[in-house]
């Protein structure tokens, strides 16, 4: 059994999170809300919120933790190719937080690979959009001739990224938009990007895998740091790729 959360519940330790040999590996927690507070509390804690259409909210908290160490990050010889062309064409550029709404939602049209149906239902998307507008959910983005094609969103907590979904209309679009991610969060004190599951196509880029008292023993030491002041991106920024291991 999982605990079953009301309003007044507080989590329980991550560490009674089901585990790898379990049907659900990660679930730590069923019920409460989508309150600013609630997620708040959950993220500086390593859970995050994950459910479909008629679940309940379903809270997690996986062993091992996907991570993406920014100095790790590998921009592959094509990518950088892909990155020097959309520098150079005026017409091209990456926004912070210009269309989130359009993001969030493109995100949900998206389903993550072997998942029918979207994670970001209805009641998600609110709650993040919510979030957003009080400062701490941003998204990336990747435009073209005036166009969005692609980009992630995320939450920030002190000195924390935490990415939630990426979408592409374009080829390499939302690979674009984590580059400009990585090089905002060298350029501002962010060290690590939570990315919660591993994934193929993230260990390719640097990502790996933590365990989890490393993952929460490193939000201890970042999520009561001042967050950035400003989330907007210069093209500058891009100076930080050549950073990349």
């Not at 089901?18 to 809300?33: E, I, K, R, T, V």
């Not at 969005?148 to 690979?175: H, P």
């Amino acid at each position: 059994m999982i605990a079953w959360l009301d309003a007044h519940t507080p989590f329980p330790p991550a560490s009674e999170a089901w585990g790898p040999d379990s049907d659900a590996p990660g679930l730590l927690a069923a019920g409460a809300d989508l309150s600013t507070s609630r997620l708040r509390e959950a993220y500086r804690r390593g859970i995050f919120p994950w459910f479909s259409d008629g679940q309940p909210i379903l809270w997690w908290s996986p062993e091992p933790r996907m991570v993406l160490p920014v100095q790790a990050f590998h921009a592959s010889h094509s990518l950088r190719k892909t990155i020097a062309r959309f520098r150079r064409n005026p017409d091209c550029e990456i926004r912070i937080d210009s269309a989130f709404h359009q993001v969030i939602e493109a995100c949900a049209n998206t389903p993550r690979a072997g998942q029918h149906g979207t994670w970001i239902v209805q009641p998600m998307q609110k709650a993040y959009r919510l979030w957003h507008e009080q400062g701490a959910v941003h998204s990336f983005e990747t435009w073209i001739d005036g166009r969005l094609v692609g980009g992630l969103y995320g939450v920030n907590i002190g000195r924390m990224f935490f990415g939630e979904s990426m979408f592409a209309w374009q080829t390499d679009a939302s690979k674009i938009a984590l580059a400009a991610l990585v090089c905002f969060c060298r350029a501002h004190g962010i060290s690590v990007i939570d990315c919660q599951q591993k994934t193929a196509h993230l260990s390719s880029m640097g990502g790996h895998t933590w365990p989890r008292h490393l993952f929460e023993g490193h939000l201890k030491q970042v999520v009561d740091l001042d967050p950035p002041e400003q989330w907007i991106y210069d093209d500058s920024l891009w100076s930080y790729l050549t950073e990349t291991s």
